[in-house]
C-alpha cells in the first residue's frame, strides 16, 4: 500500500489521524508562526445556514452513549480482563516492553493501526475525565458510569506503568513505518514493538504535561469510588507536571518516531498550562491547588494562554480547553479567593475562550469556524470529526458553567444565552448520528445507516475467535483489505473522519481520511450523550405528566 502524507507537512505517517498537520509546513514547528495561521478567520463569511427546517430527529442517545463506551473495549491492548464486551477482540501486545525491561503492557491502540502512543492517548483519557466530571450524575443514570470508570482507568494503568521514574516516561510502543506495512489482527502482530521514552536528557514537556493532565483529572473522578488510586494518580500527575517544567522540550524531538505521526505542532506551552489547570482543580482542597493556579496567572502571558485565540480544540491544540477551564475557575471557583490581578488575568482566559465558543456559533464578526453546507462545523479535511466532537464538548460544558451564574456569551454579533450554546452542541450530534444530507451516522453502529468499511484491521478482519489460523502481514492486505465486503465486526462507538467540506462521504477501507476513527474522536462526546439523554428523558417525562393533566381534565 502506498504511504501517503500528513497534508502540505508531507510527513509520511500512513494511517494516523492527524490534527494540525496541515499547519506543518508553514509552521515548522514555530509557536509564533502558528498563531499567525491558526488566529486568522477560518471564514470570513457568517457560518453557513443550516439545511431548511425540518422536524427535530429523535435519536436515542442513551443508545449513542452505550455504544461510545464499547469503543473503547475495541482499542483495547493487553490481557482483555473476564468482563470484555467486544467479543471478537483477544490479548494482544502481551510483551509489550520486554525488550527495554519494563512493564508496558495495556492501553489503547489510537485508531486503525497498533501503536501505542502517549500524547492522544493522554488527550482521550483527559476527556473522557472530564465528561465524567461534568456528567457523571446523567452517565449514572443511563446505568453507564461503571464502564465510564474503566474506559479512564484502563488508560491511567497504563500511564502509572509507563511512569517508571519521576522524570522518565514512555512515550510510543511500537514503530508507525513497519506498523502500516501489515494488515494484520492486533492478536496476530508480528510488527516492531520497540518502545521509546522521554527523560531528562530527552525532554518532552507536551507528553509529560498531557499525561500529568489526564491523571489529575482522572483523579477527581476516582477520589470518592477509590481514593486511594485518586491519590495514586495525583502523585504520578504533580511528579509529571514537574518533570515537564523543569525539563522543557518537545517529545518529538526526543522521540523522532513520533514526529512521523502525531508531531507536537503547537509545542509544550498549551499542555503545561492545561496540565496546571487539572491539577488544581484536583488539589483544589488544600494549598497545593492554589499553587498551580498561580503557575497558571504567572504564566499565562508568557505560555499564551491570555493571549492566542484560536478556533480549533484537539489532541495537540489544547488553549481553547485550557481558556475554557480557566473561565469555569472565575465563574465558578472561589472567587473570595481571587485578587484582583488574578481576577483580571482570568478574564482574558475567558475572553479568549469565548473567541472560539462565538466563532463555533458563527458570532464573531466574520472570524467564525466554516461550516459545511449542511451545517456541520469544518475545520480540516483529514479526520474532521475531532474537530466537531471537541467543539461540542466545549460548546456544552460552557453553556452549563454560564447557566450556573445567569450570564450569556457576548459575541461580537450578538449575545448568545446557554440555551444557544446547548442547541449548538446539540446540532453537531445530530449531523454526527445522522440528520446530514447523507443520511448517515457517523457513530459506528448507530441506527440504520453506518459506515460499514472502516480503516480498521481488527474489525476488517475475521476474528481470530472465529478462524484461528495466523494471518500474514501481507495477507491480511491481499484477503481483507482488498475486499468490497462489510467489515466482519463491527466497531461499535466508533467516529469516523466524517465527510468532506460538501457533506459527502465515500464509505471505502482505503479512504482513510474519512473512514478512520480515533479514539479522540469519540472521548469527548460520552459526556454530551449522557446530557442530551438526560434531557430527552426529562422532556419525555413532562410531555407524559401534560398528557395525562390534559386526559383527566
Not at 282 to 304: C, K, T
Request: net charge negative.
Amino acid at each position: 500500500m502506498a504511504a501517503r502524507g500528513r497534508g502540505t507537512g508531507g510527513r509520511n505517517s500512513s494511517h494516523f489521524c492527524p490534527s494540525s498537520s496541515s499547519l506543518a509546513a508553514a509552521a515548522a514547528g514555530s509557536l509564533s508562526s502558528l498563531f499567525l495561521l491558526v488566529s486568522l478567520p477560518l471564514s470570513r463569511a457568517s457560518a453557513a445556514p443550516s439545511p431548511s427546517p425540518s422536524p427535530e430527529p429523535a435519536f436515542d442517545y442513551g443508545d449513542a452513549l452505550t455504544k461510545s463506551l464499547l469503543y473503547f473495549e475495541s482499542q483495547r491492548s493487553g490481557r482483555l480482563p473476564y468482563n470484555q464486551r467486544v467479543n471478537w477482540r483477544g490479548h494482544s501486545g502481551l510483551t509489550d516492553g520486554l525488550e527495554q525491561g519494563v512493564d508496558l503492557v495495556g492501553g489503547y491502540y489510537d485508531a486503525g493501526d497498533h501503536v501505542k502512543f502517549g500524547l492522544p492517548m493522554a488527550f482521550t483519557v483527559t476527556m473522557l475525565a472530564w465528561g465524567v466530571i461534568e456528567y457523571g450524575e446523567e452517565i449514572a443514570a443511563a446505568d453507564e458510569y461503571g464502564h465510564a470508570l474503566e474506559a479512564i482507568k484502563w488508560g491511567t494503568d497504563y500511564f502509572i506503568k509507563a511512569h517508571t521514574q519521576p522524570n522518565v516516561l514512555w512515550a510510543e510502543v511500537g514503530e508507525g513505518d513497519t506498523d502500516h506495512y501489515c494488515w494484520q489482527r492486533p492478536e496476530d502482530m508480528t510488527t516492531s514493538r520497540q518502545a521509546y521514552k522521554i527523560d531528562a536528557d530527552h525532554p518532552g514537556s507536551d507528553l509529560a504535561g498531557e499525561t500529568a493532565a489526564a491523571m489529575a483529572a482522572a483523579s477527581i473522578v476516582f477520589r470518592r469510588r477509590s481514593p486511594h488510586y485518586s491519590l495514586l494518580l495525583l502523585h504520578h500527575a504533580r511528579q509529571l507536571f514537574q518533570f515537564g517544567d523543569e525539563h522543557r522540550g518537545h517529545y518529538d524531538r526526543s522521540v523522532a518516531e513520533a514526529k512521523k505521526s502525531y508531531s507536537s505542532i503547537s509545542g509544550y506551552n498549551d499542555e503545561l498550562l492545561w496540565a496546571a489547570l487539572w491539577l488544581h482543580m484536583a488539589d483544589a482542597g488544600g494549598d497545593g491547588g492554589w499553587r498551580y493556579l498561580d503557575y497558571v496567572l504567572r504564566n499565562g502571558h508568557a505560555l499564551g494562554g491570555t493571549g492566542w485565540a484560536i478556533n480549533e480544540f484537539s489532541w495537540d491544540i489544547k488553549y481553547a480547553g485550557v481558556q475554557v477551564l480557566a473561565a469555569k475557575v472565575l465563574m465558578e471557583g472561589g472567587r473570595a479567593q481571587l485578587t484582583d490581578e488574578a481576577e483580571a488575568t482570568l478574564k482574558k482566559f475567558r475572553s479568549k475562550a469565548e473567541h472560539y465558543l462565538c466563532a463555533c456559533l458563527g458570532k464573531n464578526n466574520g472570524s467564525n469556524v466554516h461550516r459545511t453546507p449542511g451545517g456541520l462545523l469544518y475545520v480540516r479535511h483529514w479526520n474532521n470529526m475531532q474537530y466537531v466532537s471537541g467543539a461540542t464538548f466545549l460548546l456544552t460544558v460552557y453553556a452549563d458553567y454560564l447557566r450556573r451564574v445567569n450570564q450569556a456569551l457576548p459575541c461580537p454579533d450578538g449575545a448568545a444565552g446557554p440555551s444557544e450554546l446547548l442547541s449548538a452542541g446539540k446540532s453537531m450530534v445530530d449531523y454526527i448520528l445522522g440528520a446530514n444530507p447523507m443520511g448517515l451516522s457517523y457513530l459506528v453502529g448507530f441506527g440504520p445507516h453506518f459506515p460499514r468499511r472502516v480503516h480498521h484491521r481488527g474489525s476488517s478482519i475475521v476474528s481470530h475467535k472465529e478462524s484461528k489460523g495466523f494471518i500474514g502481514c501481507m495477507q491480511g492486505y491481499d484477503d481483507w483489505y482488498a475486499r468490497r465486503e462489510d467489515n466482519p465486526n463491527v466497531l461499535l462507538g466508533a467516529l469516523v473522519g466524517g465527510p468532506d467540506g460538501n457533506d459527502m462521504f465515500r464509505d471505502e477501507r482505503g479512504n482513510y481520511m474519512q473512514t478512520e476513527a480515533c479514539t479522540y474522536n469519540t472521548a469527548p462526546l460520552v459526556g454530551v450523550f449522557a446530557k442530551l439523554h438526560r434531557l430527552r428523558r426529562k422532556e419525555d417525562a413532562e410531555q407524559e405528566d401534560s398528557s395525562a393533566s390534559i386526559s383527566s381534565y
